[in-house]
């Protein structure tokens, strides 16, 4: 099996040496643990691997999230570059279709020569339908769209409880590949983050949780250290 490198510090060796290419992995958590800094890291290390990178966000808009990662990782100095010379493009799709979006996909894979692509978030695909059953369906048509396709994606995703032992599952954790949760821990008066792989189909992997950082220089995962 072929592996990328996430090129996120740390993630690499809790996978086993990188994450099955082509795969779709969720990137699970309650508000502000750090979804999209984690996905936009995922691109950013990706491009310097000469790997395009595609960011469909549907929540915030392109400038919000250039603003944003660009002050969260300060130390991603040759980020403008990136975004001018489009190896790295975030996009935000006027409607929250998933046929339009899948296109979208497409098109920069087939013209841009894109292998990683983030969307933040499924929770957002979902607040657009009125019908349960139809998101479901929709989805699972999507990915299995995307399956079809020559890229790696990391989809994230609104967790139902920030407590690990009140997780649901629900129909994203089923169609995905792999999980990853991120979580602000509550320890005394402060929060740490954590994180865990909750599940990676084709590799073993730490089943550990452990803690990170998030760094002007980027994420820093401390694998093989306690939480507590
Ligand atoms: N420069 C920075 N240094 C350290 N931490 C930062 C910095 N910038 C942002 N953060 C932290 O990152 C958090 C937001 O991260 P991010 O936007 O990736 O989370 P998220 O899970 O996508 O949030 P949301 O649920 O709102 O989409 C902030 O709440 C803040 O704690
Ligand atoms: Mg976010």
Not at 11 to 20: A, E, F, K, N, S
Not at 108 to 131: G, P, Y
């Amino acid at each position: 099996m072929e592996r990328i490198k996430t090129g996120i510090s740390g993630l690499d060796q809790m996978l086993g040496g990188g994450l099955p290419k082509n795969k779709h992995v969720a990137v699970s958590g309650s508000p502000g643990t750090g979804k999209s800094s984690f996905t936009f890291e995922f691109l950013y290390r990706g491009v310097q691997q000469g790997e395009n990178g595609l960011y469909v966000s549907l929540e915030e808009t392109e400038d919000d999230m250039k603003e944003n990662m660009g002050s969260t990782f300060s130390g991603f100095t040759d980020l403008q570059q990136m975004f001018k010379s489009k190896k790295l493009q975030i996009t935000k799709p006027d409607k929250l279709e998933l046929e339009d979006t899948a296109e979208l996909i497409e098109d920069q894979i087939s013209d841009n020569d894109v292998k990683r692509v983030v969307i933040d978030s499924a929770t957002m695909i979902r607040l657009s339908f009125e019908k349960e059953l139809e998101y479901r369906q929709t989805l699972f048509e999507f990915f299995s769209l995307l399956r079809t396709l020559d890229c790696t994606v990391m989809m994230t995703l609104e967790a139902s409880s920030p407590r690990k032992e009140q997780l649901t599952f629900d129909i994203e954790h089923f169609v995905m590949d792999g999980i990853i949760n991120l979580y602000n821990q509550e320890q005394g008066d402060r929060r740490i983050r954590a994180l865990e792989i909750f599940k990676m189909r084709g590799t073993d992997h730490s089943r550990d949780m452990v803690p990170f950082k998030v760094l002007p220089d980027g994420i820093k995962i401390y694998a093989g250290e306690k939480v507590f």
